[in-house]
T-cell receptor
Framework: DTGVSQDPRHKITKRGQNVTFRCDPISEHNRLYWYRQTLGQGPEFLTYFQNEAQLEKSRLLSDRFSAERPKGSFSTLEIQRTEQGDSAMYLC???????????FGSGTQLSVL | AQTVTQSQPEMSVQEAETVTLSCTYDTSESNYYLFWYKQPPSRQMILVIRQEAYKQQNATENRFSVNFQKAAKSFSLKISDSQLGDTAMYFCAFMLIIQGAQKLVFGQGTRLTINP
């Protein structure tokens, strides 16, 4: 069990550019979550997958955000036309079905200049 | 909607002392979980302790224990014999027990510093 891994750890981009983050969950976990954490705040739910199906999206997830989990394994989160307000840490978590324990990765810190 | 409030932005204690972090929450539901997560400078959220709302007995994990007051909607974390490695942000979180997404609702966090 290598835990949840996220790549990259840091991303600096210019406003208007597209960025993509990757999350590799714990291998036997069916559920995968994306959260966003801004400075001084707790994480906020963005979206979640059960296997390859995206079952829920927060209203925080604007049209510029898209997430995929094509084969029910790793997931990607893409932000198009980044804005300064997108600067945050993006956390990925995974869990087994019917298990309330979420395991988090170390996050991707995005800075939009 | 559920909300979680942590009223102590920062706390600081000496090593080996006991410290209590406060958390209150608001919900009209009766079946839920409560959690304390720790986020050290490495940024990874680490589960410290969890409590099922239907259990009256307070959860304990080694030096960590909770005081769960369901009627008051209060869920405090006590850290005994604090260690330098306990220095971190601590987040209280709430999860409804429902089918579907196991969404966590987090508080704003308490920055805890353990001084040598």
């Amino acid at each position: 069990d290598t835990g949840v891994s996220q790549d990259p750890r840091h991303k600096i981009t210019k406003r208007g550019q597209n960025v993509t983050f990757r999350c590799d969950p714990i291998s036997e976990h069916n559920r995968l979550y994306w959260y966003r954490q801004t400075l001084g705040q707790g994480p906020e739910f963005l979206t979640y997958f059960q296997n390859e199906a995206q079952l829920e999206k927060s209203r925080l997830l604007s049209d510029r955000f898209s997430a995929e989990r094509p084969k029910g394994s790793f997931s990607t989160l893409e932000i198009q036309r980044t804005e300064q307000g997108d600067s945050a840490m993006y956390l990925c978590a995974s869990s087994a079905i019917h298990n309330e324990k979420l395991f988090f990765g170390s996050g991707t810190q995005l800075s939009v200049l | 909607a559920q909300t979680v409030t942590q009223s102590q932005p920062e706390m600081s204690v000496q090593e080996a002392e006991t410290v209590t972090l406060s958390c209150t929450y608001d919900t009209s539901e009766s079946n839920y979980y409560l959690f304390w997560y720790k986020q050290p400078p490495s940024r990874q959220m680490i589960l410290v302790i969890r409590q099922e709302a239907y259990k009256q007995q307070n959860a304990t994990e080694n030096r960590f224990s909770v005081n769960f007051q369901k009627a008051a909607k209060s869920f405090s974390l006590k850290i005994s014999d604090s260690q330098l490695g306990d220095t971190a942000m601590y987040f209280c979180a709430f999860m409804l027990i429902i089918q579907g997404a196991q969404k966590l609702v987090f508080g704003q966090g308490t920055r805890l510093t353990i001084n040598p």
